[in-house]
Structures are given as C-alpha cells and as structure tokens.
C-alpha cells in the first residue's frame, strides 16, 4: 500500500486529516485533500424540526460507542426537558443497550427508539429532518457522511472530540465536541445545546453553507474530472 501510495502521480484522501496521515504513515507528498462529499441539494430542507428530538445514525458496534449516548442520556431525561433519542441503526450490540437503556433510564426508556435494521436514505432523510441534535461518540473516524448529512438537513452536531469531527470546526461549523466516553460532558452538552434555541437557528445556516462549500460531491466530483484532465499526459 505504502509503495503503491509513494509511487502514484497523486493520492485522493477523503479531507485534511487522512490526507495528513497518508503523508506521516506512507511519506507521500502528492496527496490531494478532497471529500467524498454528499449530494447537497438530497440532504437539504430539513426545517420541520420537532422539540427535544436527538438522533444517532451510527451502529452498535464497539467503534461507536452508543453506550456512552445512552447513559448521557439517561441523566438528560432526569431534567425533565422532554429530550427524545433515536438510533436508526443495527448491530452486535443492539440487544445490550436495549437492555442498558431500561437501566440507566427506566422512567424515560419510552423516550428511546430504537428502529433496529437500519433505514433507507428517504427514512434517514425524515428523521434529520425531524431533529435538533445529531449525536455520535464515536472513538474513531474518517469524514463522517451522517455528519455531512445530518449538518446539511440542519440538525447541531454533538460529537466526539476526535481529528476527524475536530477537522469541521477548524472549518468554522458551530459544534460541541465532548471528550470520548465523557458521560457527564456528554449529557452536559446536549441540554445545552437543547437549550440554545438562537445558537441552533444559527448554526442550520451556518454549517449548512460550510458544508455545501466543501463537501458536495457533485462540485468536489467536478473539481476532480477537471483536475484529472489538468494532469493528463
């Protein structure tokens, strides 16, 4: 891989960070930082938001850590703010933080959803649509595309505080970052943002042009064909 990457006339890398670390781990120079991106103009009118709800795209995986966003959440719920929390996604771990949800928050496990299976692009689209917060602790990670997504249709990202999801506010994106597997911080953030209705309003305007600047993959798609032919024999 190493030799492959030293040896091309250029690297794509799916923004700053991989292209960083494609330069430090295999010493390549000619990489060229460019997102994969999202059709903006798909992931788009997310106006019809609806009072307290959070979303959480990623699986039940170890990678992801939900755990932490549920026992965050638990010490939401005890507020009394009328937070919601949907996950849309399937896993290994599923059937544990059903399990831990009814622990951790027995008087609120109603609040949690759990769709399980996973849900089509028009499913996800709705539900972004639908909520304020989009949350991910995920312990590691590229340029996120649910981020993307769930940016574009307006929803204020609180994420881990990892490279990848630090990258976006070095952009100028109004987000939280919480440190990996900070409960307390966790639940901290998300009332907090809950709470901070013109910072949210904000923010859709905010994020959203940022993102359709730098990850639109039809103008990212373009600016490759033309780069390509730029440097064609």
Known sequence: M??????????????GVLAGKAKDQFGVKNVLPLYHGIDTQYWSNGADKQHGMIVCARR???IYDNDTIIRAFGQCHDSGQG????????GTLLEGARKLAAEVAPHGAKSIEFIGGGVDADHLRRLFASSEIY??????DGASTALLQAMAMGCFPVVSDIPAN????DHGCDIE???????????????RVHGGMTRRANAIERNRAIVEKLASSRTNLSYLARYLRGHAE
């Open 60 to 62: 039940f995986e170890p």
């Open 166 to 169: 630090r990258e976006w506010l």
């Open 2 to 15: 190493s030799i492959m990457a030293r040896n091309a006339r250029f690297n794509i890398a799916n923004g």
């Open 83 to 90: 937070l919601s929390l949907t996950f849309t996604a399937d």
């Open 177 to 191: 970052l919480v440190s990996v597997g900070a409960v307390d911080a966790l639940a901290e953030a998300l009332q």
């Open 135 to 140: 949350v991910s602790m995920s312990l590691s």
